[in-house]
């Protein structure tokens, strides 16, 4: 198709395995949020687990979720009903069958959660269950209000903790996946300052999101791309690398927090005020403020622009404030430290990089391209999202998910009865001397690039001007051999950034959160996956279709 895409380095380092700590364990979990956590529970107990994680173990997306849990619970709900949501919001591009056993398998994994110890709200006994955009049934399982990601990992952490074959490793850098014979046998980390092999029967990789690659965004420091970036580098398949999804409402007070504000604050019943007090949605969309994510974000956007202001406010003083002081202690804490009080004051929002769709793809086993590896969560594309996720959906894909690729790896290193054996595998390649570079200067410039150019809208100028900024960067840094966590971390963005930049410019079509201002049409011939082979674009089939299922 005429797209060059820049050579990668197999790997980021240098190394001979003569000359390098090792260490051998059944199961390598790369990422300890909830889908690397889940994936290490589900693995067998005569087996020893290892989960590696580059921070503390409470830096995670999974710790900063607010919202909730997807999933029917409500005897008045319907399986089919949130199949049928998450199909539509996914735009034509779900894999049927993933929709359907995720949402299926969900009610069992709340279950599980709670028996791990999970305290989700409840009013009379029952759980209270919320309503998020794009959810035709109040199908919502939250705690502590507003922080449900903190609560459920505070019990899956407490359940690791207390597994004796299993072990965490913090503050351990996974640089690569270590490949042998077409088939993944471990990692090489970044520890203490000094290279270590991981040699493992079974990976799994479960290393989250990329929105640290945009200017704006929700996600925490760790969320740089660099499972993405290592399962290219190891040419591993990935797909839907322009679906990026952003979050309509993220606090913005320049200089100060990035904070999410959750679509729950809209599913109470919040507006959105433009600088004048209009409230602009209806005008957007016949469901207002809780139309899905992509059309809340551009119409934000369009109305930003309209009123040559930087922002737009959410509003929640028409709302009793004694409730929403319970249901959001949260937000109002966060709030609160900028003076601004939510149960009367507007609250200053614009859209931030929230959630990456595309990733890793996986089969239904939650198996990748990779022999011996196994990829679970927003590292991944599952097809369950489509080109637009569902609100709260992806806490659930993360523990379907994590369970199957626990118990897929776990059963396949049972029938590896052998030891590891340790390869003599080597590597060298860089060959340039070291340039002095600000690092921090380069990680900035490219989040701005991404953030104006491949944002919430795009088009065909912006996007070539970048591909040719991005692959400049690329030629200078890429090169050059680094030593820091820093570093590496920009390598595997500038990595990810360009497989972004060009699955963007070769969709030419708006769909789900991808909108393209000069093709601003869905296109019936691009129903179909831009997927990756390393860094190589090629075409998946069109999937089939896919059934019509009624709704209330
Ligand atoms: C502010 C916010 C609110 C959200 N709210 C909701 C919500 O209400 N409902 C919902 O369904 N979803 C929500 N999401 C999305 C959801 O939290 C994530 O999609 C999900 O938690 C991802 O889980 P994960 O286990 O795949 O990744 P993460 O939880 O991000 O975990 C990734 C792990 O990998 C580690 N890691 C990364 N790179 C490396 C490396 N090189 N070496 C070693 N370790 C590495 C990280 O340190 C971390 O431990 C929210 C996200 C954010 C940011």
Known sequence: MGWRLNLLPRYLVEFRSKRIIHRFTDVLVIGGGLAGLRAALACD?????????????????????????????????????????????????????????????????????????????????????????????????????????????????????????????????????????????????????????????????????????YRETTNPPVATADGHALAIRAGVTTRDMEFMQFHPTVLYIAGGSRSLITEAVRGEGAFLIDRDGYRFMPGYDARAELAPRDIVSQAIVAQMEKTHHPNVYLDLSHLDSRHIRQRFPGILKTCAEFGIDITQDRIPVRPGAHYMIGGVVVDTQSRTSLQNLWAAGEVTSSGLHGANRLASNSLLEGLVYGVLAGEGASAAALEDPLPNVLRPLEYRHFRSTRLELDLADIRN????????????????????????????????????????????????????????????????ESRGVHFRQDFPETASEWRRFICFRGNTPSLSPILGEQPNLSVP
């Open 45 to 213: 107990s005569r087996l020893d687990v290892l989960v590696a994680t580059k921070d503390k173990i409470r830096q995670s997306n999974s710790n900063y979720a607010q919202g909730g849990i997807a999933t029917v619970i409500d005897p008045a709900d319907r399986l089919e009903w949130h199949i049928r949501d998450t199909l539509i919001a996914g735009a034509n591009l779900c894999d049927y069958d993933v929709v359907k056993m995720v949402v299926e398998k969900g009610p069992r994994c709340i279950h599980e959660l709670i028996e791990m110890g999970a305290q989700f709200d409840q009013a009379d006994g029952d759980l209270t269950l919320g309503r998020e955009g794009g959810h035709s049934h109040n199908r919502i399982i939250h705690a502590l209000g507003d922080a449900t990601g903190q609560e459920i990992m505070r019990a899956v952490i407490n359940r690791t903790k207390s597994a004796e074959n299993i072990s965490i490793l913090e503050d351990t850098f996974t640089i690569d996946l270590l490949t042998d014979e077409d088939s993944c046998c471990g990692a090489i980390v970044s520890r203490n300052q000094q290279l270590q092999m991981i040699w493992a029967k079974q990976t799994i990789l479960a290393t989250g999101g990329a929105g640290q690659v």
């Open 445 to 508: 410039s490219l989040k701005s690039l991404m953030w104006r150019a491949v944002g919430v809208r795009r088009n065909a100028g912006e996007l070539a001007a970048a591909a040719e900024t991005l692959v400049a960067w690329q030629r200078l840094f890429l090169t050059q051999p680094q030593w820091t966590q820093l570093g590496w971390e920009l390598q595997n963005m500038l990595t990810v950034s360009e497989l972004m930049i060009v699955a963007a410019q070769m969709r030419t």
